[in-house]
């Protein structure tokens, strides 16, 4: 699978401030294909797991109203050099993970 | 095997099965609360309580005017042990939109959410245990350059 997750790790003053977006249909069940007039089956991320160094630091379930490709930001303690890795899990069993070090 | 092979092997496993979801989390998984239709339905299911005290020490920052598909949230919680962060779109279909479980302290988080109409916006931070909540207006609009 292609890579669905671009992260961007910043240190400022011991936190690391993390910016990151997931490519993702996110299709909530509710819209319709327009000439059919079917129901675009739900698709979308529950799960994002966030990790630096190996240790989990947050846990996120989300529903179908987040956006298109989902934006995720956050401040979390720590320092240069240090990995932060984001994971996902959607509702038809993908996932994907990506990991970046801290600038 | 080679040590550069083992190295590889032990990096991908990293990606691969380090990161992966513990059984715990996936039991986690609000699916009740998220599909509550309403906001009380919702604050029932996640803390057994729809009754939580209004709290200024919550920020809430989203644009003036935003496209219902997009709307980017920000939220600062001035609490110092904060554990969790929900996200509660009242006007939505299924109003609960997103939880932030903190195991560390943390206390900004931001997402993209859609949101249904013009309304309110409620976010619910759990604390050393205790529910605080705080309400933000929303408001939905055309923008055509979104």
Known sequence: ?103 | MQRRTLLKLGLAQAIATGMVFPKSVKAGYPSKAFRAKQTSEALLELYGSADIASSDKIEIETPAVASSEMMQVKIRSGFVKTESIAVIVESNPTPFTAYFRLYEPQAYVSTRIRVADSGELLVVVKADGQLHTRRHPVRVGDICAV
């Open chain 1, 1 to 103: 699978m292609a890579k669905t997750i671009t992260i961007r790790a910043r240190e400022l003053n011991g936190q690391v401030r993390v910016k990151s977006i997931i490519r993702h249909p996110m299709e909530t069940g509710l819209r319709k294909v327009k000439k059919t007039g079917k129901k675009i089956p739900p698709h979308y991320i529950k799960e994002v797991i966030v990790s630096r160094n190996n240790r989990m630091v947050m846990e996120i379930f989300w529903g179908k109203s987040i956006s298109r490709n989902p934006y995720l930001a956050f401040e979390v303690s720590g320092s240069k050099g240090d990995s932060i890795a984001i994971s996902w899990l959607d509702n038809r069993g993908n996932s994907d993970s990506a990991m970046v070090s801290v600038r």
